[in-house]
């Protein structure tokens, strides 16, 4: 082989080595960034469902003794 010829082939090489490193890393940022959403969104999940438990028992709690429920009746002083 010419030197020229083997010279133009490492320089093929060398980009096509570079365009499979970019393609490496955008593909690495992408998995970050999904994995991050699905953080975020599992921890307002987490905080949804704890608190709509606390409300339910809340309106569980309220609707069971008379003294819990609100009377007609005229407040005393």
């Known amino acids: ?3 020229i010829d083997t010279y133009a082939m490492a320089r093929i090489r060398q ?3 570079l365009r ?3 393609c490496a890393r955008l593909l690495r940022t992408a998995r970050l ?3 991050s959403n699905w953080r975020l969104r599992q921890q307002y999940a987490n905080w949804l469902g704890t608190h709509m ?3 339910g028992q809340k309106l569980e709690q309220f609707g ?3 003294e819990l429920q609100p009377s007609s009746a005229p407040r005393r002083r």
Request: proline share 6%; glycine share 6%.
């Open 1 to 3: 082989m010419y030197p």
């Open 15 to 17: 980009e096509e080595l």
């Open 20 to 22: 499979q490193a970019e």
């Open 33 to 35: 960034q999904a994995k």
């Open 53 to 55: 438990v606390k409300w």
């Open 64 to 66: 069971t003794g008379k």
